[in-house]
């Protein structure tokens, strides 16, 4: 039998180390190079250094990036779905001097509608064919005379849930519209208790654990606190958080029925990786960043509370 | 050296999309940290970019005192591998973190991670059969249909690009 030659003697230790790291070469002359290959057993694949840079070059770009959304959009802008969609409208018009600044309806039957109100935006979506779980939005409108569309809301339907009030530098008032939407309307009569409440409409989030959702939202889209207050338990009694350019307020609902779910819309500088942090800080992935016709790249992620989060990119 | 880091983490503090600097100087000693503990590629990868995303996330926290940087990562690397067993219930993870910032590990940490940057700079065909055989565990003879060429051939490249790793890592590796 002929003696191995050194790299066959190699190879066959290679082939041993392979299938139990463990194992010590026979050959001493091959055992620096088995150590070696050790080693290089556990290295990384090849693609991962690179994709990995790739991430974070992602994530850094969500805070440095800018891009021009469309007219009149921020990054956070609240979307409500419910069959009866063109009654909100109508109401959101009456009430707020809404105007509708776009809309479009599929063949299946699937409705948007896109509603200016001062300086921010809403949209309706769903439509009479609209069959998924209803998510009414509490929603703080900054108006130039609450008393008067307080009383042009109880005209238009709505139920009276907080007779005008003066507190935190706000004369406001609360109602809720025969959809379950909240609106508290609010004119600021003194100095603002946050910053970031000077746009027309804030959306206010009520869930369970909403310490919890400040974290989730901290993880997954960079959100800041701009102000909090909690209770005496811990529970969040109110709350500011900046996401991007705009704000949301979020607290802890006083019970069951008072939970809200929502969609929220979010504008944002790059949709990838927004939806990649998203998902890693534990949202449920909808679906994932998709080109769409009309015009940004989108993507989806459900919170474990069940709110909806839609991202959004504009297509250059 | 260390003054070098410190522009470099400063550059970053001011503008995030200067933290590549720092990850180019330190993903294989962070890599080589997590895999010379967890022993499992894809958890190392996995725990690779937990530790770079806090890092990049907590950058601003950071205070320099004068120790490299790398011990910093040591760190977030620690707790993310005792968070893994912890999840796992793998092993006792506060003994775990200790014994993972154990400095005499790391001389050998910072020359598994030189012999890694280093397959990247043999010649293309001794880098391909390290990886087909080492990252993809391929028999020689599935390499040897890939190149075309003989196993007896793939197995001299396989020695070949081991000796030159040995010889460009220099000194004994142990």
Request: hydrophobic share 40%.
């Amino acid at each position: 039998m002929s003696k191995q030659t050194n790299f066959e003697q190699l190879d066959q230790a290679v082939t041993d180390m392979l299938a139990n790291r463990d194992v010590v070469p026979a050959e001493a002359s091959v055992a620096d190079l088995l150590l070696i290959a050790r080693d290089l057993s556990a290295m990384p694949r090849p693609d991962f250094k690179a994709r990995l840079r790739s991430a974070l070059e992602r994530t850094t770009s969500m805070s440095t990036k800018t891009v021009q959304f469309r007219e009149g959009f921020r990054t956070v802008t609240p979307y409500i779905f419910l069959p009866e969609t063109e009654e909100l409208i109508a109401f959101v018009q009456d009430v707020f001097g809404g105007v509708e600044t776009g809309r479009s309806a599929h063949e299946s039957g699937a409705f948007h509608a896109e509603v200016r109100i001062g300086d921010s935006m809403l949209m309706i979506g769903g439509g009479p064919s609209y069959k998924g779980p209803r998510k009414p939005v509490t929603l703080r409108v900054l108006v130039a005379n609450s008393d008067e569309v307080y009383q042009r809301a109880l005209d238009a339907g709505a139920i009276s849930t907080l007779e005008i009030t003066e507190n935190y530098g706000e004369r406001f008032g609360c109602v809720r519209d025969r959809f379950d939407n909240q609106w508290i309307i609010s004119t600021q009569i003194g100095p603002a208790y946050s910053e970031g409440l000077e746009h027309s409409l804030t959306t206010f989030l009520k869930v369970r654990s909403g310490a919890k959702l400040i974290d989730f939202l901290k993880q997954a889209f960079g959100a800041a606190e701009l102000m909090r207050a909690d209770g005496p338990e811990g529970q969040v009694r109110h709350s500011i958080i900046r996401l991007g350019d705009s704000v949301v307020a979020i607290s802890d609902a006083a019970n069951e029925e008072a939970v809200s779910l929502l969609g929220l819309y979010l504008y944002v500088p790059d949709v990838d990786a927004w939806y990649d942090r998203a998902v890693r800080a534990g949202a449920l992935p909808s679906y994932p960043p998709t080109d769409q016709a009309y015009g940004d790249r989108g993507a989806g992620v459900t919170d474990e509370w069940g709110n909806f989060w839609y991202m959004a990119t504009p297509l250059l | 050296m260390i003054e070098q880091e410190k522009l470099l983490i400063e550059a970053a503090q001011q503008d995030p999309q200067r933290f590549a600097d720092l990850y180019e100087a330190n993903f294989e000693r962070v890599y080589a940290f997590i895999v010379r503990r967890v022993q499992d590629r894809s958890l190392a990868e996995d725990l690779t970019s937990e530790v770079f995303h806090h890092a990049l996330a907590n950058l601003s926290r950071f205070e320099w005192r004068g120790v490299p940087f790398a011990v910093w990562l040591y760190r977030i690397a620690a707790n993310a591998i005792a968070d893994a067993w912890r999840r796992s219930s793998k092993r006792d993870h506060d003994s775990a973190s200790l014994d993972n910032l154990d400095q005499s590990n790391w001389p050998e940490i910072e020359r598994r991670a030189a012999l890694f940057q280093l397959v990247n700079r043999l010649p293309e065909d001794q880098r391909s059969v390290i990886i087909q055989r080492f990252v993809e565990q391929k028999s020689i003879r599935d390499i040897a249909k890939d190149f075309g060429r003989s196993e007896g051939a793939i197995k001299q490249l396989q020695f070949r690009a081991l000796e030159n790793l040995r010889a460009r890592a220099g000194g004994r590796h142990e």
